[in-house]
């Protein structure tokens, strides 16, 4: 089973900030990587697909970058929607997908 | 617009059996994947099933395999999953999405299953 351990467990910044959040693979997962935002009593929500590409209605302030082991979620300027947490999942294995265990993006 | 209706979640006793039910509407049901993910109460996300478009193949997490199971019917829109053998560990929110190229990539609303004597 190839496990996504994510980083940091919870970061806090205040809007208007850059957010950095990271995921790291127990093996290469090529760039079958997708990330998640999840707001407190809401679904989960495809972010990016494909370590990079942005999912339909995605702001460009979202961006997904890395390949193999190490993978990068940025959001360029924290609005205060963007506060929730955020999951990365990988498909390199289909269908026996896995996600990383979160990562709580607080307000400052 | 793509959307999908979980329904079934319900309150059981170990050992009990739930049926889960997924509606899909907006999008061409037959031409794709779906998935079952679950969140127990405070923790992450966990994949637990997934079928083909046609309905072939079926797989399943560890976790569940042998006590769920998978399906769907193509003519009403609908994915199934069918749960026995509950446990106490079972206790989440189940959530059905249309799976596009690997990603669970749109989500329902979920619904609740406890497992509790």
């Known amino acids: ?108 | 617009e793509v959307q999908l209706l979980e329904s079934g979640g319900d309150l059981v006793q170990p050992g009990g059996s739930l049926r889960l039910s997924c509606a899909a509407s907006g999008f061409i049901f037959s031409n794709y994947a779906m998935d079952w993910v679950r969140q127990a109460p405070g923790k992450g996300l966990e994949w637990v099933s997934t079928i083909t478009g046609n309905g072939a193949d079926t797989y399943y997490a560890d976790s569940v395999k042998g006590r769920f199971t998978i399906s769907r019917d193509n003519s009403k829109n609908t994915l199934y999953l069918q749960m026995n053998s509950l446990r106490a560990e079972d206790t989440a929110v189940y959530y059905c999405a249309q799976d596009i190229s690997g990603y669970p990539s749109v989500w329902g609303q979920g619904t609740v299953v406890t497992v509790s004597s």
Do not use: H, M
Not at chain 1, 90 to 105: E, I
């Open chain 1, 1 to 108: 089973e190839i496990v996504l351990t994510q980083s940091p467990a919870t970061l806090s910044l205040s809007p208007g900030e850059r957010a950095t959040l990271s995921c790291r693979a127990s093996q290469s997962v090529s760039s079958y990587l997708g990330w998640y935002q999840q707001k407190p009593g809401q679904a989960p929500r495809l972010l990016i697909y494909d370590a990079s590409k942005r999912a339909t209605g995605i702001p460009a302030t979202f961006s997904g970058s890395g390949s193999g082991t190490d993978f990068t979620l940025t959001i360029s300027s924290l609005e205060p929607e963007d506060f929730a947490v955020y999951y990365c999942q990988q498909r390199s294995n289909w269908p026996l997908f896995t996600f990383g265990q979160g990562t709580r993006l607080e307000i400052k």
